[in-house]
Every structure is written in C-alpha cells, then in structure tokens.
C-alpha cells in the first residue's frame, strides 16, 4: 500500500512540476544574472567616523548611499514602507555603516532591550550581510537593534551559527525623522581575500517591528531557496590588508558549591579558583586558531533533564560554548556530538557495582576532565574549507570501598583520551557542495578506539530548482574492550556502515523530496557522534505547496504531506509504515496557528523496546493529531497554546497533551515568559525489565508530565542584564498491569499470583528534577565580560508515585539541592590594540 502513496506522490508532483508549474520561466537563479545584483560602491575614508549616532557630513556624504529596500515580509516583493539610506566606508582599519533609517512615525519606533544575541528584542533592526569572499554561501552578519543591542551571527550554506561572537562597535539615536545606526566593523573581526582589489557581496536588512515588516536592500525573493545567494555587492574596497589576528581571552573564576544530602563524613561545601585562557590567531587571511586552555564551564546553562523510559538515550543540546561557536563545518556531515568531549566516563556504570568479593563502587565522577581544546577552521578563496578540531580528557577514577574494613581505593573509570575532527568542504555554486569528515577517538589503556569517515555532497541546478543529494559513512571500532550498543566484546576490528540519497524540488511554491537512508546493524558513531539507533532501512517522501503572498484571509500559507516506510537491515524485517499531513497559517493580524495528523495504518514491529534483540514487540495502529496557535508578538502581553492527541484500540491506550505559555513584556526593560505543559498517557505500556527467570516484563502505566517554566531577562542598557531560567519538571509513572512479551510479539497477562518472581515491578516511579539558573552579565569593555551566577539544582526520584501536586513540590524542595555560586571574569586583550598603544 505505502508503493501505491509513493507512486501517486512522484506522479503528482512531476505532473505538477512540469504541467502546471506556476514558477516556469519565474524562479530564475539570480546567481546566473549578476546583473539583477544591486551594486553599492564604498569610499575610503578620509578620516574615521565618530560612532555618537550623527553621520557627520563631511565624512559620510562622499559616498552614494544603498536605498530602494525591497519587502521580504509581508508582501514579498513590493518596496518598503518608509526610506532607507545605507553609507558603506572604509579605512585601513575597519569597515564603517551608517544608515539613516526614515520613519513617518518616530514615535511609533519600538526599542525594547534584550540579552545580546537573544533573539527575544521586540523592536526595530537593522542589519548588514558581509559575504566578503562573494561565494554566495558565507556571510558574517552583525545587526542592532533601536535600543542598542548587538547581535552578530555567522552563515555558512543555509546555516545560522549564532554563537559566533565577534568584537565590534555600534551607537544607535532615535531623532524626529527616524533612528540612526552607525558601525564600526574592524577586519579583525572578519575574514577576506589577499586581493587588491575587493568584491564583496552584501545586503542590508531592516525590521520596522510595529509593522511586523522585514525589508532587504537586494531583493530577497522567498519563494528561491537560499539566503545568502540573493545578495548585492559592495565594490570599491582597494589596497586593505588583514591584520595580525591575534587576541587573548584570560579568565579567572571562583565558586562555592553547597550539597545539602549526605555526603559520607565529607564537608558539604567545596570551593575551587580557577584560571585559563581562550586564544584566538589568525594563521592567515583565511584561517583562524582557536584554543581553550584549562577551561572553566561551571557557569553554563543547565541541561533540561528528563524521566527517560525508552531504551535510548537522551540528546542533551551543548552550552559550552568553545564547543558550539565556529563549529559549523564539524557538524555538517552529523558525525560529530560535542557533548562526548568531557563527557560521560566509559565505565559510568560503576557506581554501586561490586568489582570483587568484598569491595564496591561507592562514587564514579559523572563527567570525564577536558585538558583543552583547539580547532583551526577557514575557508580558502576558492571555496575550500577546511576545519581540524583536537581535545584531551584526563585520567578519570572511581572510588572503590572495601566492604570489611571500609578502606578505599581508585580505579581507573575512564583513560586519558584524544578527540579528534578533520573537514574538508568545497563550496560549489547555488548552494552545492561535497564534504569529507573524519572523526577518531584514540584511548589510553585498555579502551577501545573509533574512527568514522564519511562523505557527503549536495548539487543543484542552474535555475536552483532541483537538488540532489547523498551521504555514506563508514564507522570502525577497534582495540580491547570493545564496547558496541552496550555489550563488551572480545579484541576485533568492527566495521559498520550508512548511506542515504536525497532528490528534491527545493524552490517554489510546489516542493517535494524523496529519501532513501540505510544503517547496517554495526553501524557506530557514538564514540563522537550521536546515534539512537542503527539497523535501518527507511524510505520517505514528502510535498508541500506554499502561498508565500498574501491569499484570502492569510499572509501565508504552507501545505504539506509525506509518507514513510522502515526496515531492519539485518534481518529484513519489517518495521512500520506511517504518513502525516499538515497545514500552518499566518493570518492578516499577525497571529499564526498550525494543525498536524499522523497515521499508521498496520502494525509497527519494535526490536528495541524488549532491550533483547531480534525479540520483538508489536504496536498496534495508531493516530495522533495536535493543533496549536501563538498570537502577535508586538502584543504587550502575547499568548502560545497547543493540544493535541494519540490514540491506539487494540490496547485502549490514549494519550492528550497542551501547553500554554503566555509571555508579558511588563516594559522595555523587563520580559517574562512562563511556559507550561501537560502530557497524560493512559495505559502507556514498556517495557520494565526482566524476572528471575529472564521472562521478558513490560507494564501498562499511567504516565504524567508536568513542566513548567519561568524565564525572564531585566536588560538595564545594552551592556548588562539580568536574566533566569527556572524549571520545575515532574514526571509519575504509576503503574497497573504487567504482561509478559510472548516471542510472537504479542503481550500476555501476567500477576504476582501467577509468577512470584514479579511482583517488584509493581513499584511505580515519581520523577523531579528543579533547576534555577540566575544570571548576571555586564560586559564593561568590548569583548570583556563579568558574570555572577547562582544555579540551583535539585533531583528527587522515588519509587511511590506522589499524586497531588502540592505536595510532590513540597518533598522535592525537601529533598538535597545542589547550590552553585560562581563569580568569572573575561577580559580581551587584542595585539594589534596594545601595539597601537605601545607606538603611540
């Protein structure tokens, strides 16, 4: 049956592409027609702006400014409702903007505060787009807003990296005609060619945020894919050189920590000062060295933990942030999992395990010491980029009691270990590209070692309409101890292995894509990566169709459907067959709302749940479908909401779930938002592990989550906040009947009267997890920082399901908190700054 909804998707879609597609002759390449680029010539300076937000005229006005901006939202196309007036000069130090941004309503101009990099200001922007090699596929681009706050982000072939942090000035003024931006953008903080004569693409973006309207200098069309290929250029740039690209970062730190649980004779509080240092050289003009030196990452964001019942592991996001800026190219190929440098141990089970007959585990550190870090990334004017990126953790060790005298002892938990990432990455036109990635973990001692190489490549069209793709990987583990899906293995060599092809229609109002993935049973990349599961076969495709004008009552449109089938590769079994559908709307007044359904028609085969393959658990059809909305985020108070359902017969099981999540931007200064949701399974069943005589055990369970949080930022100006982040997430698992998983896949009724070697699976689970993340920042000189931060944490699971609310809070705040208070200090200290002060 799932043939017949492919063949009708391809058939229709090609019919429709070819027949009576509204894009024909429309959807041109505007890589392929330069001469539809919008060109802005820079001046040189003759003496360097004042950045006070007043373009002094005997500076700014020898140069002709960018103006004409184009709509990109709402109303694609059509010329923007107020005048802008873009003035692009440079010196032999930095590039400068000026833009005069006209406004009929200047009173109107909205300038709310907000966290830089945030992406929470409700107000005015206005931005500019550097793609200083002119590839059409890179872009550095720095934005403010009408308050002042800065927020640069780097794009890399329809990536947005916004960890990228950069050092550069801006000054924004509100006057009777409008606003003023003036920049101040030093070539230390970009990357160019070693060329006399410079050509770069470039575009300018401004947001009138009362409008909700989004305007770029350069047409933007959005019905073409890509961003960054629908720019202008800038020339007359001559006789600029990259300068010594040299900056040091040092750090110090202190903290308090405070455990109030038992802690076995030992003092509760600990206390530790720490110092280290971030460099940053560039090699040259297009590759930078980044190196973390005994870095401190106490202070970042705490991970959102949750109950985990499946048999695979929780992907928890990277907040550190030598790890999560400049990292584009190491992710491209999806090889590469940050959060396993300085990660988990490789023996983390050691806790309370018994290595001999009379001595025990008692603590295993739960995350391994990083040493330090580097990477050296870049892009050569050709469009080669390449990216290297190198870590050492250090010997990791577990204590070991004797169960008889109470001695202790270490034992090694996790051995000294090298992570290592290489990249190489060849821009192609419209978006196209082939990439090499390599990723090797090599251990000390007697822990196995990985290696994955993969090779991934993307080609498009001329016209940018059509792509194809495709990926293959080859994972390798070797050494002693070798450790695949959880099992300890014998000395070998394992080779394992995964490829997928993709060809899809990728501008448009009409879009599809079809996808063909494959995972041998021995594929493995967790060593570096992050994979839930392999031994796979899944074919998918998909179709939308988009209004991106305005139609009937909505401001847009899309549409979109896809099916799906999966096997095992090894054996080739079956596994499950689903299609979805969905629609989403933006209305006239700016609210949105969206509806989802998604139907398995047949039975799924699930080889994991039973943890003990081949064995095999059969789910019955199933349906879900869910609905949501959020209102007009220029509202002074604005709303979320979402509900949906799930819904399977043959067990009875039902499963509903909504979240509300009102935010109230109480002023200019201060937002808050509370987010909460609610997520009730009735007759959940899974599996709950196995009886004295290795009798498979699942439990029917009634499963409830309860999350909610509060954050909040109180920007006092553009230099310094104070933001939070607090999160209480409670999650029961009560459970009422057991069965035990008969080796034809179906479930049989099982009691402790029946088998007396059950009854302990009887006991439910009842889940907290508290965190409160409190954070002050001032950032006193560019690049420098101060930040103080209190994070509180507490974790409370017991085996007797608490039903009220209340009072489960109560015994969670009574139950040990972890308190944390740290004070750290970064200042940057630039080389080319200290030589201009020396030589003055």
Do not use: C
């Amino acid at each position: 049956m799932l043939y017949k909804y492919l063949t009708f998707a391809l058939t229709f879609s090609f019919f429709t592409a070819t027949a009576t597609n509204p894009d024909k002759d429309k959807n041109k390449d505007p890589e392929a027609a330069d001469l539809k680029r919008k060109t802005t010539v820079a001046a040189r300076a003759t003496q360097a702006p004042v950045l006070d937000g007043y373009l002094e005229p005997e500076v700014w006005q020898s140069v002709t400014p960018a103006t004409n901006f184009v709509r990109y939202d709402p109303h694609n196309g059509k010329p923007s409702s107020q005048q802008s007036e873009v003035y692009f000069l440079y010196d032999d130090e930095a590039v400068y903007i000026g833009a005069v941004l006209h406004d009929t309503a200047p009173d109107s101009i909205l300038t709310q505060f907000g966290g830089r990099d945030s992406g929470e200001n409700n107000s005015d922007m206005f931005a500019v787009y550097l793609d200083t090699y002119d590839d059409k596929q890179n872009a550095f681009a720095f934005m403010v807003s009408a308050a002042g706050v800065q927020t640069d982000i780097k794009f890399s072939q329809g990536r947005e990296d916004w960890n990228w942090d950069a050092v550069w000035a801006s000054k924004t003024k509100l006057t009777e005609q409008g606003w003023v931006v003036e920049m101040k953008i030093p070539y230390g903080a970009i990357r160019f060619p070693e060329t006399e004569v410079q050509t770069w693409g470039v575009n300018f973006m401004r947001v009138i945020r009362r409008k909700r309207e989004k305007s770029y200098w350069n047409h933007v069309n959005n019905r073409i894919e890509g961003f960054v290929s629908q720019e202008g250029r800038a020339i007359g740039i001559e006789g600029i050189k990259s300068p010594v690209r040299l900056q040091f970062t040092p750090y110090v730190s202190g903290y308090v920590n405070h455990y109030s649980g038992d802690t076995k004779g030992k003092s509760p509080y600990s206390r530790s000062v720490n110092g280290g240092m971030d460099v940053k050289y560039g090699i040259n003009d297009a590759f930078t060295l980044d190196v973390t030196l005994v870095p401190d990452f106490t202070q970042t964001q705490s991970d959102n933990q949750v109950l985990n019942l499946s048999p695979f592991e929780v992907k928890f996001g990277e907040n550190r942030q030598f790890f999560t800026e400049s990292t584009e190219l190491f992710n491209k190929a999806g090889l590469f999992h940050s959060r396993r440098i300085g990660g988990t141990p490789v023996f983390k089970n050691y806790v309370g395990r018994q290595i001999s007959e009379n001595e025990t585990i008692i603590e295993n550190p739960a995350i391994s010491g990083l040493l330090n870090a580097a990477k050296v990334s870049g892009r050569t004017i050709k469009g080669l980029g390449v990216g290297l990126l190198n870590a050492f953790t250090r010997n990791m060790y577990a204590t070991v009691q004797n169960d008889e005298t109470g001695k202790t002892r270490e034992i090694l938990t996790d051995p000294f270990t090298n992570y290592n990432v290489f990249v190489l990455d060849q821009t192609l036109p419209r978006n196209s590209f082939v990439t090499f990635t390599n990723t090797n973990v090599t251990r000390a001692k007697d822990a196995s070692d990985a290696n994955v190489s993969g090779l991934k490549v993307r080609f498009a069209d001329k016209t940018n309409t059509y792509a194809i793709s495709a990926a293959g990987n080859l994972s390798q583990l070797y050494g002693s101890n070798i450790i695949l899906r959880g099992d300890t293995l014998a000395d070998n060599l394992h080779l394992g292995y995964q490829y997928s092809a993709n060809f899809s229609k990728v501008s448009g109002n009409l879009r599809f894509g079809i996808n063909h993935h494959v995972e041998s049973n021995t594929y493995e990349i967790n060593d570096l990566g992050f994979l839930s599961n392999n031994n796979e076969i899944s074919n998918s495709a998909s179709m939308s169709y988009n209004f991106y004008q305005p139609i009937w009552m909505f401001l847009s449109w899309s549409n979109s459907m896809s099916v799906s089938h999966s096997m095992l590769y090894a054996p080739r079994e079956f596994v499950s067959a689903s299609m979805g559908m969905s629609t989403n709307v933006r209305f006239r007044n700016f609210m949105s709302a969206y509806w989802n359904a998604g139907f398995r028609p047949g039975n799924a085969y699930d080889y994991f749940e039973a943890r003990a393959f081949p064995r095999v658990y059969i789910k019955p059809p199933a349906f879900d479908t869910s609905v949501g909305m959020s209102s007009d985020y220029r509202k002074r108070l604005a709303l979320d909401a979402s509900a949906g359902f799930w819904r399977s017969n043959r067990y009875n099981q039902l499963s509903w779930w909504g979240s509300f999540s009102p935010r109230f931007r109480v002023s200019d200064k201060l937002l808050l938002i509370n987010n909460n949701n609610y997520n009730r399974e009735l007759r959940n069943i899974g599996y709950a592990g196995k009886d004295k005589s290795a009798n498979i055990i699942f439990s029917d369970r009634t499963i409830s989550t309860f999350t909610t949080t509060l954050s909040g930022a109180y920007i006092f100006n553009e230099k310094t906040g104070l933001t939070l982040n607090m999160r209480h997430y409670w999650s029961s698992a009560d459970k009422k009947k057991l069965y035990e998983l008969s080796t034809n896949g179906l479930l049989q009724a099982t009691t402790p009267e029946r088998n007396e070697n059950i009854s302990s699976f009887y006991n439910g689970i009842n889940y907290n997890a508290f965190n409160i993340d409190l954070v002050y920042s001032w950032r006193f000189a560019p690049g420098s920082e101060l930040m103080v931060v209190w994070k509180n944490e507490i974790k409370d699971q017991r085996n007797e399901v608490e039903p009220k609310y209340i009072e489960n809070v109560s015994k969670t705040l009574q139950a040990p908190q972890n308190n944390n208070f740290s004070i750290k200090l970064l200042y940057y200290i630039d080389y080319i700054a200290i030589k201009n002060v020396l030589s003055a």
